[in-house]
């Protein structure tokens, strides 16, 4: 999807390997790798080497010591967000209630004795609002988030948007999970001194189950479904009949593709991927 709306709309098409998590269980590299493979496999292509987040912690660092006094120390769990999030706060609801806002000097060196802190940003509840190609106009209200997990991982609502700016991102285009997650971002990069980009979130793949796509719904890599008899052609034919861009297994070019692609005739709702246990032929 993200390439097709690139390529329809004549924009470059960057990869980024976002990779924090797995270089912190030193999984990083392989499983980019195959990753890249499978998407070139599948017919993508992408303008200019991939961007590797694991490969830019210390432009994570120098971004967060450029915002100073609008970040601070949480030493909550997520158990006690949760907790003093649920009671109210006047007419309004708060995902971060503050807690550690306004701790003293003292006080932070205290809870350091007890358990690492997070670092989190102070966006004083402020309003957001970004376009989105399918949800239109969405207005969010920005709590203070977190932007370096207290394992040291810089979170992703943090890093994705150093990298946007970074690349000259100016759309978009991912999962509708993380929808609610554009106000925050999109906030965060008018702080930076960046402009915010526009948004296109797609419905999501699930599983049998309607549940979020793992492992247990059946072959979801290039290379499981190569046992049961689907090569990249096949998975291709797949993927465009999944957004009605082609009949079943009809076979298919992505240049084909492009030319039946239009954003205002792609489903609304998520594909439901039951799994593949039969060859296409």
């Not at 390997?17 to 992408?46: P, S």
């Amino acid at each position: 999807m993200a390439w097709l709306l690139a390529r329809s709309t004549g924009r470059s098409f960057k990869l980024r390997v976002e990779d924090l998590d797995r270089a912190r269980v030193g999984a990083a590299g392989d499983i980019a790798a195959r990753q890249i493979a499978d998407l070139e496999n599948l017919g993508l292509d992408f303008d200019g080497p991939p961007m590797c987040q694991s490969e830019r912690l210390d432009v994570y660092t120098k971004v967060a010591q450029q915002l100073k006094d609008r970040v601070y120390e949480c030493f909550c769990t997520r158990r006690e967000i949760a907790e003093a999030a649920s009671a109210p706060h006047g007419d309004t609801f708060r995902a971060y209630p503050g807690t550690c806002r306004n701790l003293t000097k003292a006080q932070r060196a205290a809870k350091r004795l007890v358990r690492p802190p997070a670092l989190r940003v102070r966006a004083d509840s402020a309003g957001q609002s970004i376009t989105d190609l399918w949800a239109g106009e969405v207005t969010g209200v920005v709590d203070d988030f977190v932007i370096r997990r207290n394992d040291g991982t810089w979170a992703y609502n943090f890093a994705v948007v150093v990298d946007d700016l970074a690349q000259g991102v100016d759309q978009v285009v991912r999962g509708g999970d993380l929808l609610s997650c554009a106000p925050r971002q999109a906030w965060l990069s008018e702080l930076l001194g960046g402009d915010v980009p526009g948004y296109a979130h797609v419905p999501l793949t699930l599983g049998a189950d309607a549940g979020r796509l793992q492992k247990r719904d059946g072959a979801v890599t290039l290379a499981d479904l190569a046992t049961v008899g689907y090569d990249a052609a096949a998975v291709r034919s797949l993927l465009a009949h999944s957004l009605g861009l082609a009949d079943f297994q009809e076979p298919v070019t992505m240049d084909q593709l492009l030319t039946r692609f239009h954003p205002a005739k792609l489903p609304r709702t998520p594909w439901v991927y039951a799994g593949i246990t039969d060859s296409p032929t």
